[in-house]
């Protein structure tokens, strides 16, 4: 169902919230007639960070002005007399009033649109989850949102209770001011009758004696009524803020720092942190509730002032002032905060972006005087200070160029926000290492930092934010260390925690949960890693040959295991290899691990017995346990003694670039079926290059084809289903074959393969790659190896 046909049936608050979206900025009859053309539209396909995606906005901006003209020519009738004429403003205006148009910035449409279209998503979708058939049990994220808003509402009271209280006291005095005055008078009168005839001054004396002290006797009631509401009010106040700053560590302590939680995983694969705007709204209550509060009790201390009642008011209502101010201040440092966080490996001379956003910043008025952001490399121990308030004296570790940004305010979506698109990490200084620690394990952070008052500059806070820890490399054969560096990091960080330690080892199960988080992530795809997968790993972890997962489950790995140390027998580390299975997988086998078609983390003595008991010309593919980023086929035939398990040399991400596996898997006619028994072609020939045209204006172009010598297509015999060893006298009868390729150019029927196509893939141009095939043995179409 359209969510804007789900979004007229809300009721109550979410009706109020949704209609509140609508504006002049953008009308509710234009979300109402283009319902359909607007939720049908790629919204999201735009960058609103990259100012080169404005003109995606303003042909979107076109179209939906084209769209008001179309359903405005249709409107009939007086009713549509009247629409017809009111979408035509909007159409001649851009959209909106004639004050607010989105010509100058087809972009901020992008934003209003999307906004709208995310908050009226969630509406719906809170409004089907709490009237769900469930019998009314709600997640335990609803009743928490729940008992939030709650909470909101308790504050809400409080504060108009206050408020009233507070009006109630003002008007009190205000009275006990007019009486005094009157006593005032009432003594200036006793003191005139001095100078009066004693007969009068007898006469008149009394009855004004009598009102004094009526007078006083009133204002000394009166003065002891005040001083119990001043006390009242400001025990409500107490009350008040305690709940604000229960109110506010939910909030801040919870909610904010589990999104930052969340989005220091999605460095790791994680899924996304989420959107920003129920934490703003949420920070938004709770500045305009502790403002209200502010406000009251800076008007009960000017009460006080104007008139002093001896008691212990002035200490109450300077303790509630600083506690307020304190509430204040750490809601403004504590959502100065990075919404999209630089690049975790960050190369020197190379274009990167970050995004800074102040929570609070559209309801305390901040962007009134629009505050400048600037950001700076600091060490790890250049962070540890500045946690500790130690003085910097403003150093840095590095020049960032264009690292100044100041803070712009969206209006349609009520967020200040600075984009810092185009920076660049000019130069890096580099601390002194410890021990084994190399380039790559060095962390850094970049600091960003603001000043800016509120209040009319009652108030100035200067407010700092880090963000997650980043890893400067100068050369991109760095960034597989450092890359390793950045997961350990965000996947074992503790929140509050001493700029940026780690443990140096971890439970097996955990750093399992992190790398096939990583590895889903990398491939994108929903097949993680599965137990058996895990077990091979934990197997190349640790030197093992135990199968049972359960033998590893308390089995720790440290930093050094993990990427310090290489392999026994090998010349890389665990990490490295795992990284360059994640590279090769990513780049060339994603459709093919998606499908199942990889089994992958099998040694080859797994693989031998897998294949030993199947028909010859079973094959599997496995990563190259010898080779980072490798992959090959295993597969089983006969060779003139005996049945056995071959396995070709590796390919890696340079074989790929020249034929594609499914390419090459067709090549090889002794590869019958893939492990256990599926027809090779069943599982790859949707990946299969098309076949080539035919000779155009007298040139045929040539191709690559993979061939196996030992397995050559004219000595197999696959109407028998039994690949046969071609008996090379030359040759060897090696364990693991070297891929070998042909160079084609079909020209005549003869040269045709059995069912009449060129049946060779990923055409090249030959000029391009023939030093690259001169380098390798080469085997004509006929079986003689030529150089």
């Known amino acids: ?188 009168q006793l003191t005139s009758l001095a100078t009066l005839p004693p007969a009068d001054r007898q006469l008149r004396e009394p009855a004004l004696l009598s009102k004094r002290a009526t007078v006083e006797t009133w204002l000394t009631r009166e003065a002891n009524t005040l001083q119990k509401y001043r006390l009242d009010l400001a025990e409500k106040h107490q009350k008040t803020l305690q709940l604000l700053r229960k109110q506010q560590t939910i909030i801040l302590d919870d909610e904010l720092i589990q999104w930052k939680r969340r989005q220091q995983l999605a460095g790791n694969g994680g899924p996304p942190e989420g959107g920003l705007d129920i934490l703003q709204s949420w920070c938004e209550k709770l500045a305009e509730t502790i403002w209200q509060n502010r406000q009251q009790i800076r008007r009960a201390e000017h009460l006080r002032q104007q008139l002093p009642i001896p008691g212990p008011i002035e200490e109450l209502l300077n303790e509630l002032n600083s506690t307020i101010t304190d509430i ?3 809601l403004v440092t504590s959502t100065f905060i990075i919404e999209k966080q630089p690049p975790q490996v960050l190369k020197t001379q190379t274009k990167f972006a970050a995004t800074v956003r102040l929570l609070v910043g559209g309801k305390l008025n901040v962007h009134m005087n629009p505050p400048q952001v600037k950001a700076t490399i600091i060490s790890e121990q250049q962070a540890k200070a500045l946690l500790k308030n130690e003085n910097t004296r403003n150093d840095s570790s590095g020049e960032i160029l264009n690292n100044n940004c100041v803070m712009e ?97 971890v439970l097996w199960p955990q750093l399992c949960d992190a790398i096939n988080m990583k590895y889903k992530a990398e491939v994108q795809s929903n097949r993680g890693l599965s137990a058996e997968n895990l077990v091979f790993l934990a197997q190349k972890a640790f030197s093992s040959s135990s199968n049972n997962p359960d033998d590893y489950r308390n089995m720790t790995m440290t930093w050094s295991q993990f990427n310090r140390e290489s392999l026994p027998g090998r010349n890389f580390t665990f990490w490295q290899w795992f990284d360059g299975v994640m590279e090769l997988t990513k780049k060339h086998l994603k459709p093919h691990w998606n499908d199942g078609a990889i089994l992958g983390f099998v ?156 049946d060779l893939d990923d055409t090249i141009d030959v000029a391009r790659h023939v030093e690259e095939l001169l380098r390798r043995p080469v085997e004509s179409q006929w079986g003689g190896q030529q150089s």
């Open 328 to 330: 204040i201040s750490a």
């Open 603 to 758: 040694n080859k003595q797994q693989a031998q017995d897998m294949l030993m008991s199947k028909p010859n010309g079973t094959f599997l593919l496995r990563f190259s346990d010898s080779e980072i980023g490798g992959i090959t086929i295993a597969w089983v035939a006969e060779n003139p003694n005996k049945r056995m398990v071959w396995n070709l040399m590796p390919y890696t991400t340079k074989d790929f670039s020249i034929r594609s596996l499914a390419d090459r898997i067709s090549d090889l006619n002794h590869l019958l079926f893939l492990y256990p028994d599926r027809p090779k072609d069943e599982v790859f020939s949707k990946y299969y290059t098309p076949p080539l045209s035919k000779a155009v204006d007298g040139y045929v172009k040539p191709q690559i084809k993979q061939v196996v010598p030992e397995f050559a297509t004219a000595n197999s015999d696959p109407a028998s289903g039994n690949p046969t060893y071609m008996d090379h006298s030359a040759s060897p009868a090696p364990v693991n074959h070297p891929h070998t390729y042909s160079i084609y150019a079909p020209m005549s029927d003869s040269m045709l393969d059995a069912d009449g196509d060129f």
């Open 409 to 505: 305010y969206h209006q349609t979506t009520g967020t200040l926000s600075a984009h810092f698109r185009n920076m660049s990490l000019k130069r890096i200084k580099r601390s002194d290492r410890r021990g084994a620690e190399s380039v790559t394990e060095e962390k850094f952070t970049i600091l960003f930092e603001s000043q800016f008052s509120v209040g009319g500059n009652e108030l100035v806070f200067q407010v700092k934010t880090l963000s997650l820890p980043v890893v400067v490399i100068v050369h991109g054969s760095q960034d597989n260390n450092a890359t390793a560096t950045v997961l350990w990091d965000n996947a074992f960080a503790e929140p509050g925690r001493v700029p940026f330690l780690v443990p140096d080892k």
């Open 1 to 188: 169902m359209a969510v804007w046909i789900q979004a007229q049936q809300l009721q109550g608050d979410a009706l109020h919230q949704m209609q509140s979206l609508y504006g002049q900025h953008f009308p509710i009859e234009v979300r109402h007639y283009l319902s359909q053309w607007i939720e049908g539209q790629l919204w999201d396909a735009i960058d609103l960070e990259n100012p080169q995606e404005e003109f995606k906005a303003k042909r979107l901006l076109d179209s939906l002005i084209q769209e008001l003209q179309n359903k405005a020519e249709h409107q009939v009738g007086e009713d549509g007399f009247l629409l017809k004429i009111k979408l035509g403003h909007y159409c001649v205006c851009g959209v909106g009033s004639r004050t607010y148009t989105y010509d100058r910035c087809p972009l901020e449409l992008v934003r209003c649109i999307k906004h709208i279209l995310y908050t009226e998503q969630r509406l719906v979708r809170e409004a089907t989850n709490s009237s769900s058939p469930v019998g009314g049990m709600m997640d335990s994220m609803s009743q928490k949102y729940q008992q939030i808003n709650q909470a909101f509402e308790e504050l809400r009271l409080l504060t108009q209770d206050t408020e009233n209280d507070l009006r109630k006291l003002q008007h009190n005095q205000e009275y006990f001011i007019i009486q005094y005055q009157e006593s005032l008078r009432i003594q200036a």
